[in-house]
């Protein structure tokens, strides 16, 4: 196949050919043709020798029309979420692991342990094959690493400027044990907020790449798997009322939602705040409030009182919440707002952004 | 960061709260000018930290905010024209115009990119030379300087597919329209400090002296804003009406040379209109003849469109400080971020939209109540 291998070697990231299997993958094409979603030879192609090879040992599937899973005792979470981030490498992450754990840790914030994913591409004409070996690979890694299968899947081709590179959806199915009962409406007047770690680094970490801003050190995303740190935290035996993801809106946004939902004023501290000093600086360059940027391997906590201590010491000795710190408290003033006290001792009103972030002009 | 974290210590911020209020023997209305500053002001809840005597009245600094709707009306139709790459900074894109906002064009197909400098518009112009990138030249005299080399470099460089929409003001006519206002309550100015860092301070001794207003120059980070009020009022407790510069490393008599030099090549004093205010004579900047091939109103034809403001809309009387912006009737109800009737509500450095944003605990019930 001198061909193809010459044809490869010229994309900017060569496939790694050692361990693939004859007859030649994916034809002669470096990269995604419409031929590659019509369900025929040479879609079978790319489940079978780039797919499941970058999947990994985290592929378990049969190639039928659907996955066939044995139920587990206790009660099922089950969630989706796309992914159509943009670019799809950046620093400390893809696409692909972003998509796999987006949909671990919507399973995990229910306090379930996830099982299952599907996945499911839309890949755009054009993409080469090279980036969909990487984010598949990548992919591969995250489920490892979260202990989920991969046991389902779809490929679809749009044309090219129909797409952009490459979307994914996962969805996911996850197992709550027994006498857990985490919600967005469980949070109570006194309970205590806690942030498993340092804020804003996705959304910075991707804003530094999608508009060519430096800013003296490379930002890299917190992108990681939470279900073991919830399941960390659920083994304290506290009663953890309420578990979010600060992804898209930040801190900002769940903690409104929260507040929303339980009918119950939030309260923050601040100089409490984790907030990277590259976090802060690139804020301040743009206008924009940390608390409004997104994370995606961040979790936000509501526990009684009682609770916070026994429930802190158990993320920090996590590797996913070592900087885990308290930030506020639920109170019975302003229901359904979120108030945060200044680094100077005045009060201010955290309010939702309204829609994608605008950076001020001046 | 360095000369950020500084400038936001919280025990001298109580320091120079403590001189404020220990100078302080009477009530004093001082307009802070640029949307800059409001938005710290009430970001980091400075207004309530300060004495009761002390009213912060916040300026038409704003530049998204006084933009004249029929420039925004002139975007979104050079916007929604076939082959252009409107480029803008990002808030621009939510002002709405009589109908519809620049959102509103790109999801009807329209072309528009935010950038973060106009250079980048430029660059864009570069790599597509059979479209028409136009740049949404907006603001005062601080991000000038930058729209303007954009046009140098584009008549330099030859890049005819290129030209910007320029509505460019000025803040000493501004200073001079409010205190010739009938209604004017304002008794000294903090200059914006980011304007007097480009063009110096050397226009405002005149204002001082006519009107007898202290002008401090300011900065922008806690600090920085409570040192610019206390000077100011040391002025006022002692009757003295002169320009301070609280501002010093970022701004000299003579601001920045170069872009002043830049700024005179490529700009010609014109007059203005404010949104909300109305015109202001000799308030603003367009492009001088030597590079008027560049302006975007002679190559689209939109100079026929003339457009009438929202008349439920006060922004007119919170941008010259005669109204807080709570005490408008339609604040929080009909007029939110969401739903803006005024530029005031739309951009983070707009007094309604920064009391909105921050402000809501305790404006709510005064609005609901009024």
């Known amino acids: 196949m001198p061909e193809l291998t010459q044809v490869i070697t010229a994309t900017p990231n060569p496939i790694d050919l050692s361990g693939w299997t004859c007859p030649a993958p994916l034809r002669d094409s470096p990269t995604i043709v419409m031929g590659h979603g019509g369900g025929g030879a040479m879609s079978g192609e790319l489940i079978e020798h780039l797919f499941l090879p970058a999947f990994g040992d985290a592929a378990d599937g049969e190639l039928g029309d659907s996955a066939v899973l044995t139920a587990p005792a206790g009660r099922l979470a089950f969630s989706t979420d796309s992914f159509v981030v943009k670019p799809m490498f950046f620093p400390g992450g893809t696409i692909g692991d972003l998509a796999v754990n987006g949909t671990v840790n919507d399973l995990a914030m229910s306090g379930a342990r996830p099982l299952y994913l599907s996945t499911a591409f839309i890949l755009e004409e054009g993409t080469a094959l090279a980036d969909i070996n990487r984010i598949a690979t990548a992919m591969g890694h995250a489920a490892t690493a979260a202990g989920v299968r991969l046991v389902t899947g779809d490929t679809k081709v749009v044309d090219a400027g129909h797409g952009d590179g490459v979307f994914i959806n996962t969805a996911g199915v996850g197992v709550i044990q027994d006498g857990v009962d985490i919600r967005p409406t469980r949070a109570a007047v006194g309970d205590v907020v806690i942030i498993s770690g340092p804020i804003g680094l996705h959304g910075v970490a991707i804003m530094s790449c999608r508009e060519g801003l430096e800013f003296g050190t490379t930002v890299e995303t917190d992108c990681a798997p939470l279900s073991g740190l919830v399941q960390a935290m659920i083994a304290t035996g506290a009663d953890i009322h309420v578990l979010r993801d600060p992804t898209r809106g930040g801190v900002a946004a769940t903690l409104n939602e929260i507040a929303k939902a339980s009918g119950v004023g939030v309260t923050l501290v601040e100089r409490d705040l984790p907030i990277p000093e590259v976090v802060g600086n690139a804020c301040s360059l743009l206008g924009l409030d940390p608390l409004q940027v997104a994370n995606e391997g961040k979790l936000i906590a509501m526990v009684a009182a009682s609770d916070a201590e026994t429930v802190l010491a158990a993320m920090q000795a996590h590797e996913y919440g070592r900087q885990a710190a308290v930030i506020g408290r639920c109170v019975a003033d302003h229901p359904g707002m979120v108030v945060a006290r200044t680094g100077l001792g005045g009060n201010r009103v955290v309010d939702l952004p309204i829609g994608e972030q605008l950076p001020r002009i001046c | ?370």
């Open chain 2, 1 to 370: 960061m360095k000369y950020l974290d500084e400038f936001s210590n919280p025990e001298l911020a109580a320091t120079l709260l403590e001189r404020i209020k220990s100078t302080c023997t009477r009530r004093w209305a001082i307009m802070e000018v640029c949307g800059g500053q409001t938005h710290s002001i009430i970001r980091h809840g400075i207004d309530q930290l300060l004495p009761d005597e002390i009213e912060m009245i916040h300026g038409p600094g704003c530049p998204v905010c006084v933009t004249p709707l029929e420039i925004i009306d002139r975007a979104l139709a050079i916007a929604a024209s076939p082959g252009v790459i409107f480029c803008s900074f990002g808030d621009m894109l939510r002002v709405p115009g009589s109908s519809q906002d620049l959102f509103r064009i790109k999801s009807n197909g329209g072309d528009v990119r935010v950038v973060y400098s106009p250079l980048d518009a430029l660059k864009i112009a570069k790599e597509n030379p059979d479209r028409q990138v136009v740049f949404f030249g907006i603001g005062f005299e601080t991000t000038a300087p930058a729209n303007a080399m954009t046009v140098y470099q584009a008549k330099r460089l030859g890049i005819a597919n290129f030209s910007l929409l320029v509505s460019h003001v000025l803040v000493p006519p501004a200073i001079s329209a409010i205190m010739e206002s009938e209604t004017c309550r304002v008794q000294a100015f903090l200059a914006a400090g980011h304007v007097c860092s480009v063009m110096g301070t050397t226009e405002y001794p005149p204002l001082a002296e006519k009107y007898k207003v202290p002008i401090v120059v300011t900065g922008f980070e806690p600090l920085d804003i409570l040192e610019g009020i206390r000077l100011t009022v040391r002025q006022l407790e002692s009757g003295r009406h002169e320009v301070e510069n609280a501002y010093p490393r970022a701004v000299s008599t003579d601001g920045n040379p170069a872009a002043k030099a830049m700024l005179t090549d490529v700009f010609t004093r014109t007059d203005r209109t404010w949104r909300g205010i109305g015109m202001i004579h000799g308030s603003g900047w367009r492009l001088s003849e030597k590079y008027a091939e560049f302006d975007a109103e002679n190559r689209f034809d939109v100079r026929g469109i003339r457009t009438i403001e929202s008349t439920l809309c006060r922004s007119g009387e919170v941008l010259q400080g005669l109204i807080k912006p709570h005490e408008c009737a339609a604040f929080g109800r009909e007029c939110t971020p969401r739903n803006p009737l005024g530029a005031t509500m739309v951009s983070s450095e707009g007094a309604c939209a920064a009391y909105y944003l921050y402000r809501r605990l305790e404006l709510t019930p005064v609005a609901v109540h009024a």
